[in-house]
């Protein structure tokens, strides 16, 4: 069955709509010094070839904000500034031609900045995501809910949208991250039974690549799973490139992106075949598959011949050999030596069929 997205409103950020029903935008942020023009360049073009569609900057001082300007010439992507406390920050990039800020308006003093902000952003379309940070909520809320609980960072955005409502301003994208994945997903239940805006889901200092991606696939998965979120970010202590290809693991794994997803067995002692090599073998092969596809990976005829029937190809092994399966047939048995250049020339098969129909 497939899953019920939650409606949310449309906000544009540069090309790309986040919420509304739009596919579930994936992103990233660089690690280089923003300031350092050529690197950060580099780095957009890495991500973007990892599949980020939107790419967000640190932006700590002056010198980023001046860089902005030379980034914008250099790539297509949509671009988000990350801005904490000052408000010149966010309008010198709003003027560079950024297409998001990451600003939270209660962070940025006097009423006056945050309409100035509103004004300039609404008179650029220029979006703004409320980035609502387990570690650094306002005081007073802090000391209200005694802990950053769901409730505190929900009351926390609830404040922030406030203060651009009042501007009209409503091109506003939230997040609620918190480095506690159950309170995380409380934080965006919560916040979506009470409010229309589009979701950024993620955990925050979620850790390094392994555990990472194991709190950014509970957390964000099952948040998506309930039609939750319209765009995501796996933070990881790792180089930033890892992030796009993990973030499209947790939405094909969900059914809620295209290519290939391999399903295989665990092998077990009726395995009479390399199954691990060959699985392996396989999704590394497929990691950028454009086609929508399921390719079953199996050890055997316990199991094996049903999943591969119901995958759009599959292998189920015998000893030393394996039964090739294309769309609920058996096509032929194949020996273990050429299993992957014979499932392979299949898949070959499928896309040109599927390409030019
Ligand atoms: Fe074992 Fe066969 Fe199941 Fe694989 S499919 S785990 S080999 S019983």
Avoid: W
């Avoid at 991500?47 to 980023?64: H, Y």
């Avoid at 651009?164 to 239940?189: C, N, W």
């Avoid at 199954?275 to 454009?290: D, K, M």
């Amino acid at each position: 069955m497939g899953i019920q997205r939650r409606q949310t409103r449309t906000v544009r950020v540069g090309e790309v709509s986040i919420g509304g029903g739009n596919p579930i935008v994936v992103q990233s942020m660089t690690n280089t010094p923003t300031a350092d023009v050529d690197k950060t360049v580099a780095q957009i073009r890495q991500l973007v070839n990892s599949g980020c569609k939107v790419v967000r900057l640190a932006m700590p001082d002056e010198e980023a904000a001046r860089a902005v300007e030379k980034i914008r010439a250099q790539v297509d992507i949509p671009l988000v500034a990350d801005i904490h406390f000052d408000y010149r920050l966010a309008l010198r990039c709003v003027e560079a031609g950024i297409d998001k800020i990451r600003i939270n308006p209660g962070n940025i003093g006097a009423k006056e900045r945050v309409r100035a902000v509103a004004v300039a952003c609404r008179s650029r379309g220029v979006a703004i995501r409320i980035g609502v940070n387990s570690g650094s909520l306002e005081r007073e809320i802090l000391a209200k809910y005694g802990a950053p609980t769901a409730q505190a960072l929900v009351e926390s955005a609830q404040y922030h949208i406030g203060l651009l409502e009042q501007f009209d301003f409503t091109d506003i994208v939230v997040s609620l991250k918190s480095s506690d994945v159950a309170t995380m997903i409380e934080a965006y239940e919560l916040f979506s039974e009470r409010f229309d805006y589009p979701l950024h889901l993620g955990v925050t200092e979620a850790g390094g690549e392994r555990m990472g991606l194991i709190k950014s696939s509970i957390g964000i998965g099952s948040l998506l799973a309930h039609g939750i979120g319209d765009t995501i970010r796996v933070s990881l202590t790792a180089d930033p490139v890892l992030e796009g290809p993990a973030a499209y693991d947790i939405l094909r794994a969900l059914g809620l992106a295209g290519g290939a997803t391999v399903v295989s067995c665990p092998t077990c002692g009726r395995t009479r075949i390399d199954l691990i090599g060959l699985a392996n073998r396989v999704e590394q092969a497929l990691r950028a598959e454009p086609m929508t596809l399921k390719v079953a990976v199996m050890g055997c005829a316990v199991n094996g011949p049903g999943e591969a029937r119901e995958a759009d190809i599959g292998i189920a092994g015998g000893v030393g050999e394996g039964l090739l399966f294309k769309r609920g047939k058996i096509l032929r048995k194949v020996p273990q030596e050429a299993l992957f250049d014979e499932l392979m020339a299949e898949i070959e098969q499928m896309r040109r069929e599927r390409f030019s129909e």
